[in-house]
């Protein structure tokens, strides 16, 4: 395939053309030529409106269903969703069935993924079955392609699973990724605690169930050392945690959601269940605080965390229904409303936290590129939803921009 991109402004903060409009050439999968005007040399042109072009965007948490409940969603039409949303690389997370906890599951969903221009990196169970009893078999899926271990929404209440994680790891440079809500203290809450939850007679959910797991986690972390990611963070406080252990020397990084970034728990005024997440939206100050995270480098990636659920387990009464958003197809529209451009994309483009490579738009390197545009708003509506579930906590908000697709494993994919 022999492509020319026309007129696109790159933003790559590493590239010598950042911030500059230019054509790209493109032959085999590689970035040939960069410059004004280039020559059509027989190649396809691919020109858009107001086109900007970043590094491949990765989404370091994504929930899909298969194996086990392709009702909610296959890897194919996931990973389809997943390059039109201009997501180059996903992070598949372990929440099918049977549980990717071991070497075979690991191997299952990457060779699912053959063929598709958006790439699967699986994250393999912490534990056994996500059960949390017994660690799983992190050494054998790391060599069968699993890029970090943490089992999905579920924080590990026994502390030495952690700690012998954590130390386990380092043979191999592993990642431990603890999710951090302590159970017993959230007990049957659905709702961030607060005003809110008061008013609408929603059992709350405290802040300290998060800052306390995470505040263990941390002193863990302390102890063994290794890497440790803490994903989908939500408080102030929470963030506070993070900045005091980074100042200290540790090795943690740290994701927020989409949906906390732009959502507060205001939404739930109407009981609606695609407002149900966890952890919960929390109020206006939280909100704030993680943006700042954003800004100061706290935080070091977003995720949609796009968690596709049975319209079933959603048209229920709240207390019961199942918490998760999808995200993937409104993330980058919905980001652009609360933050610039490049801070968007470096957010989106923070895969080296995972392990995985960058690819610098620059003369000879591989083409993994996403191309968008930070012109106009739409609503968000149901028809703009491409995955099977429809699940979506931004329904009806205004987005941003739009994404015209990615190009990757020598493949363009545009809406």
């Not at 201009?86 to 690991?106: C, E, K, M, R, Y």
């Not at 993070?242 to 906390?260: C, D, M, P």
């Not at 451009?341 to 936290?353: D, I, N, Q, S, Y």
């Not at 708003?377 to 329904?395: G, H, R, Y």
Request: a negative charge; charged letters at 20%; aromatic letters at 6%.
């Amino acid at each position: 395939m022999k492509i020319i991109i026309k007129s696109a402004k790159i933003i790559d903060s590493k590239s010598p053309f950042h911030n500059q409009t230019v054509d790209l050439l493109i032959a085999d999968g590689l970035i040939e030529k960069i410059g004004v005007s280039l020559p059509d040399d027989g190649a396809e042109i691919v020109r858009f409106d107001d086109l900007y072009v970043s590094q491949g965007w990765f989404d370091s948490s994504v929930s899909l269903g298969e194996p086990g409940y392709e009702d909610r969603e296959t890897i194919a039409n996931g990973l389809n969703v997943a390059a039109k949303s201009g997501f180059t690389a996903i992070g598949l997370q372990p929440n099918s069935l049977p549980v990717i906890d071991n070497q075979s599951q690991v191997s299952f969903v990457k060779n699912k993924a053959n063929g598709f221009a958006t790439e699967i990196f699986p994250i393999g169970a912490l534990t056994k079955a996500s059960e949390g009893k017994d660690m799983a078999e992190l050494f054998d899926m790391k060599n069968a392609g699993a890029i970090a271990f943490g089992d999905y929404n579920k924080s590990i209440d026994n502390a030495n699973i952690l700690k012998i994680a954590l130390q386990y790891v380092q043979d191999f440079d592993g990642l431990v990724i603890a999710y951090s809500q302590d159970q017993n203290i959230k007990g049957n809450g659905v709702a961030n605690e607060g005003i809110v939850s008061t008013r609408l007679g929603l059992k709350g959910i405290p802040n300290l169930a998060e800052e306390l797991q995470i505040s263990r986690n941390l002193f863990l972390l302390e102890y063994t050392g290794g890497k440790l990611h803490i994903p989908t963070i939500s408080t102030a406080k929470s963030v506070e945690l993070i900045r005091e252990a980074k100042a200290k020397g540790l090795n943690v990084t740290a994701s927020a959601s989409v949906h906390h970034l732009v959502l507060t728990d205001e939404k739930l005024d109407g009981f609606d269940t695609r407002f149900k997440v966890t952890p919960p939206l929390r109020t206006e100050v939280d909100r704030q605080a993680l943006l700042n995270g954003i800004a100061d480098g706290t935080i070091d990636m977003i995720t949609s965390d796009h968690n596709p659920i049975d319209i079933e387990f959603k048209k229920m009464e709240f207390d019961t229904a199942k918490n998760g958003t999808i995200g993937l197809e409104s993330a980058f529209g919905a980001l652009l409303t609360v933050l610039p451009v490049e801070t968007v994309v470096a957010k989106l483009t923070a895969r080296t936290v995972f392990g995985l490579e960058n690819h610098t738009i620059q003369e000879g390197a591989k083409a993994n590129i996403t191309l968008f545009t930070t012109e106009g708003k739409s609503t968000f509506t149901k028809e703009k939803i491409l995955s099977k579930s429809k699940n979506s906590a931004v329904l009806g908000t205004e987005l941003k921009g739009s994404v015209y697709g990615i190009l990757n494993q020598n493949q363009l994919v545009t809406k």
